[in-house]
Structures are given as C-alpha cells and as structure tokens.
C-alpha cells in the first residue's frame, strides 16, 4: 500500500468537489493537481502527512486559505484511515493515520513475503536502461561505477513496482581506441607480453599511442594556439595601460578593474603555457619515447586511418579487432561479477554499424538533415551547433549509433522509456538527441538523461585511481574491501570471544567494502559531485552501507538470542499492537517503503531509497531503545514487537538489496 499515492487519491476527489462553487474559469482539473501538495510532515506533532495546498488554492479561488480548508476537510473521505483531520495556523490540513488501519497494514506487509506490501503500479510501463556503458580496451573509471551502481539500483527499484525493465549496457566497442589499439600492435607490440597476458599489454599499446598523440598534439597545435592567446592577450593588457587617464572617477574605477582583469587572464594562460611546457618537457626528457615520437610523426592521424579501416571491413583489422575484443570484454566481466551486476543484453556501438548509413539517409529523406561544408547535419532550434549524423570524410559518429539504437530499441521492445545513465558532461549530446529523435518520429517516447556528477578525489579533482587503468578500477574495489577486512577484523579481535570465523571474515569484508562503493554512489544525490573517501564510507555511523549492514545483523540477532524462528511470526491476520510512540513511528516508517520506491521511480534518484533506510535505522534505534523485545511485559508484546523487528530487517534486507548491496549475517 503507498499510503502517500492513497492520501493524495482521496485529496484529488475533494479537490475536484472544490470546483462546484468556484469562479468561472476554474475547473476539477485546475484544483486536482494541487493533490501533489499532501506529502509526509517535517515534524509529527504536525500529524504524519500533511497538506499545505489551501494557501495557493486560496489565491485561486479567491477565498480565505482557511475557508478553503475547511471545506476541503468537509469534501475530503478519509475517516477509514485517518482521524479527524486538523486545519492549523493559516490552513495547513494535518493529517494523522489511525492506528488500528496501521496495524491492519502492517500485518498485510509481514505476510506479503515477496513484497513486503510495496503495491504494484496499475499501468505498468517499458523502460529501457542504458548505463555503465564503459569504452573497453580503454582504462574504466570511477565514473563508469557510478553509472553502474545507479542504473542497476534503478532497474531493480522499477521492475519491484512492477515495470518491464529491459538493461543494456551499450559498450563503446567500436571506437577510436581500437584504432590506436591496432596501430600500436602494428607497430609497438611485445608478442610474449601479449601471448601472456593479453590485456594490459593491450593497455600499454592504447596508453602508448595516446600519450605520443597526445604529445604532438600538444606540440603541434596545442602549444602555438596558447602563444598565439598569449600574444593577443599581452597586446590588450598594453593597450589598456596606454590608454588616456580618465578625468571622472567611475570611468577610472572602470578601466582599472578591465585592466586587472586582462592581466588576470594573461597570467592564467602564462600559467597554462607552462604547464604545457613541463609536459612536452617531460616527456622529451623519455629518450624511447621522443624516439619514438619522431619516427611516428602524426600518429593520431594515423590511428584514425586504422579505425577507418576496420569500419570499411578491412581484412587485417576486423581479425585484429576480433581477436582483441574478448579479452576487453573478460577485463570488464570481472568487474561486473565483482560488483554482482548483470545486464539483459550487451548491445555494443559495433553491433549498430551496419545500421548506421540507413539511419543518415532517412533523416535526410525526411529533410530532417542536410549537408554544411560536406558533412551531414541536424539543425536544432534553440542549439547554435548543429547535430553531426556524418562528417566530411564519411564517418559516422557517436550520435549516429545513439539514433540507431533509439530505432532498434523502439522496433525490438517498444518502450515507453528509455534512460540513459551517463554523467553531466555529455548533456548536451543527449539534449541534441532527443530534439533529433523527436523530429524523427520518437515524440511519445519518454527519453530522460539521467546524468551524474562527478566523483572526486579528495583534492577536489576528478578521482583517478592510481593506474588509471582497468586494473585500477580493480584495486580499488580491492582496497575497499582490504579495509573493510582491517576495521572488521579489529573490532572483532576486540571482543572477549570473537565472533567470525577467518572464512566469514573474508566473506563479510567483501560485501562491506563493495557495498560501501555503491553506496556512497548511491546516497548522495546524483546530480552533485561528491568525494571519494574510503574513511568515510566505511565508517560505521552515519549514513553509509556499513552502518546499514550492521543495523540489519543487529535486528536479525534478536531472533538467535531468543531462539526465535522469524518465519513462524508471519501467521496470516499476526496483530501489531502500535501501543507506544516508538513502536508506532517504526510501523509508519516501515510502510513507506512503498511510497519511497515511487519517488525514486518518479525522479530517478536512489538516494530517495538510502535516505529512508536511513530514517527507518533510526526509528529502529529509538524503538529498541525504549520498547523491551524479549523481556516485554507480556508474551503478546513479545511476539507483536518481534514482528516490528522482523519486518524491519526484511525492510533493511530489501531495501539494500534493490541498492545492489548485500547484507551481512554478523559484523
Ligand atoms: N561509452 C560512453 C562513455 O564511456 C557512454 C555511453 C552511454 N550510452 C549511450 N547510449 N550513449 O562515455
């Protein structure tokens, strides 16, 4: 049951009543909406929900905000689960359940196994979700987990409301790298290293050819581009100097702020320059790599010529690329294990390039698309640049596979939606895609960009792992869980008899440390940056993982210390008695679990879902502390507080589970 969505049913009713007696011009449909106004109180001497809808809708109607709500209250059918609702202050509507209809639901979720009495929607919808989305053979970051843990938290909290979830993680597999990839086996290769271990030879070669690229570029362009900028910003720093005194005082302030100004940003791009400069510098300093450098002039150039061989089906280079593919794949599978992630498909950029020239001449037989300076553009309102479908050279690009897969995905499952888990620096192409699938056809498909910020390290710069590589991201889970052994191992050592086995140890750890990683992922809101801090996330207060996997194993082993079989408390119609405060603020909390996965399927944001399991560890707490479980005062205390406990640690148990995290039996 959501009781929210209930409530605000009930609401939309009265509101729509609202409309006999209002000025002309105002219609049911006008006043329902103001319904999204009931939402839980801050507070709970304000009841448990609370309505605050009569102050605007007073506006509206051209009545007292407290007339308003009265008449609401007088429209409004809630005596079966609430008390008489209280019109307080300038006209809030404070609303408070009664405790024999909790109860009643209570017991409904204790015997709902599977669902815990979260109800399904009515109109069950498609979504697509697209996320994690690494390029491989390229070095995974950070970012790529974030996707990861995002995207999965979000398909296991919609298919638990009961929508078709299909997952696809949609791999950059086709791309320039592999390109670089090629040229340097060509090129650079150490056949034993390769034949021993394919990948981080495989890595070394990208991380080659890009570093020399990335050099002459630097060199070539990047550098003369800076001296120019510097040139231009020198000339407008003595001009502004030369200028004539100027006689008001204003004007003078005027131009002596301009000055500081330009000088300002002739010092940023003196500072650049020099940054460039060490760079080259250091790089020059590698007597292999300038040689190398040197007899691979154009080496970027040069790469790309590769990545076009392989797409025009190039003998040599397509049996590369399908040699090198699987182990690309295997580096990455490890990691989806390790993070206990799967997908329903794996549809990568390679699997689309057949696909991609039809999708260019449809946009241009609809006169959705034409050409500019030989390359093949969508023009957008509201966007200065325009939407590249195929450059000059013939190429298609990474929009022109995200248009094939728009159509692939629409002709093979028919979503409603599709979301696309990728973080904010690609909102713009997303923007752009969705104008140009809208143009295209694709106007009653739901297409949202759930993006994310950035992570980072904790001198506020995007987090790197320390080989920024794969093998990187595979260290740091590592890490993670080599602490989470450490902290587990030291409290555990401290106890008069210690509890865990060596074997269990290892196996919490493991749980601990990925859960706290997909966690703090989790519970910081997505659209923010937020930094990586092992200490913080394994800490054990607080809002993280750690907190919350000892909060379940700390409920659960009530049951063991009253060698209680939890299972045999969830007899059909098992009373609840809501007797005492806390009692009755833990069965609240624990039936908004329902109303909680709505939200975050409303705005696609998980940590709506960490934030709860939060408050209901609290309330938990505040329960323990002043209801005595075991030694209640009767034996029907006992066994109603047993069920407040064991639907608790269903609660947690789900709850994590949705978030992709495993719960952990001792700790
Ligand atoms: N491969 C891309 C990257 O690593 C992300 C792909 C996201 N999905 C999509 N359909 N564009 O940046």
């Not at 799967?342 to 699997?351: C, K, V, Y």
């Not at 750690?546 to 009253?562: D, E, H, L, N, W």
Request: overall charge negative.
């Amino acid at each position: 049951m959501n009781i929210l969505a209930e409530l605000r049913g009930r609401f939309a009713a009265a509101l729509a009543a609202l409309a006999d007696d209002a000025p002309q011009g105002v219609a049911a449909a006008d006043l329902t909406p103001f319904a999204d106004m009931v939402l839980p109180s801050q507070d709970a001497k304000f009841g448990d929900y609370q309505a605050n809808c009569a102050m605007p809708l007073g506006k509206k109607l051209g009545k007292p905000p407290r007339d308003v709500a009265a008449q609401l209250v007088s429209a409004l059918k809630l005596n079966d689960i609430c008390d008489e609702p209280e019109v307080a202050g300038p006209g809030f509507i404070n609303l408070r359940l009664r405790d024999a209809w909790l109860a009643e639901r209570l017991t409904e979720a204790l015997g709902d196994t599977e669902n815990l009495g979260v109800s399904a929607v009515a109109e069950p919808r498609t979504y697509v979700l697209d996320y994690s989305s690494p390029n491989v053979a390229k070095p995974m970051h950070v970012g790529h987990i974030r996707s990861t843990a995002i995207g999965d938290a979000l398909a296991k909290v919609l298919r638990a409301l009961g929508h078709r979830v299909i997952t696809d993680n949609h791999i950059g597999d086709w791309g320039t790298q592999f390109g670089m990839i090629i040229y340097g086996y060509k090129h650079f290769v150490d056949e034993a290293a390769l034949a021993a271990d394919a990948v981080p030879e495989l890595s070394r070669l990208y991380r080659l050819v890009n570093q020399i690229g990335d050099h002459q570029q630097l060199a070539a362009t990047g550098v003369p581009a800076l001296e120019a900028k510097i040139a231009e910003a020198e000339g407008r720093v003595a001009d502004l100097q030369a200028a004539p005194a100027q006689d008001d005082k204003k004007k003078e302030k005027q131009a002596a702020k301009k000055l500081r100004q330009a000088e300002g940003q002739l010092a940023d791009l003196r500072k650049e320059l020099a940054g460039a400069q060490e760079k080259l510098a250091a790089f020059e300093a590698d007597a292999e790599l300038s040689r190398l450098a040197a007899e691979h002039p154009a080496i970027g150039a040069s790469a790309l010529a590769e990545t076009a061989k392989l797409h025009s089906g190039d003998e040599e280079n397509v049996a590369l690329w399908e040699r090198f593919l699987p182990d690309c794949l295997e580096v990455m599978d490890e990691i989806y294990r390790r993070l206990g992630v799967t997908f329903d498909h794996t549809l990568g950029e390679s699997f689309y390039h057949d696909r991609l020239a039809p999708v260019v001449e449809d946009l241009q037989a609809k006169n959705l698309a034409r050409e500019s300076d030989g390359a093949i553009c969508v023009f957008l309102d509201g966007h200065d640049a325009p939407f590249l479908v195929r450059k000059k050279d013939g190429a298609f690009l990474y929009a022109t596979t995200d248009l094939a897969t728009i159509r692939y995905r629409m002709e093979e499952w028919r979503p409603d939606a599709i979301l696309y888990v990728v973080d904010h620096r690609q909102s713009l192409h997303f923007e752009q895609l969705f104008a140009t699938a809208r143009l295209w056809g694709f106007d009653d498909l739901e297409l949202e960009h759930v993006s994310f910020g950035t992570v980072l390290g904790d001198d506020g710069r995007p987090f790197k792992t320390r080989s920024g590589s794969a093998v990187g991201l595979m260290g740091l889970l590592d890490e993670a869980v080599e602490r989470a052994h450490k902290i587990l191992s030291e409290n555990d050592d401290a106890r008069p008899e210690p509890m865990l086995s060596a074997d269990e140890r290892l196996e919490a750890a493991e749980r601990i440390g990925i859960g706290a990683i997909k966690y703090a992922d989790l519970a910081h809101n997505r659209t923010s940056d937020y930094t990586f801090n092992y200490d913080k996330m394994l800490a054990m207060n607080g809002n993280t993982a750690a907190y919350m996997q000892y909060s379940c194993a700390r409920v659960k082993s009530i049951f063991t210390r009253g060698g209680v079989d939890a299972a045999s408390l969830r007899t059909p119609g098992a009373e609840i008695v809501l007797d005492s405060l806390a009692e009755r603020a833990l069965g609240l909390e624990l039936l908004r679990l329902s109303e909680t996965l709505a939200r975050v399927a409303a705005d696609y944001k998980p940590n709506h879902l960490t934030a709860y399991l939060f408050d209901l560890a609290s309330r938990y707490s505040e329960f323990f502390e002043h209801c005595p479980v075991l030694k209640a005062e009767s034996e029907e205390l006992k066994t109603s507080r047993l069920r407040l406990c064991d639907l608790t640690a269903r609660t947690l148990e789900r709850g994590l589970g949705l978030l992709g995290i495993e719960t952990v039996a001792r700790m």
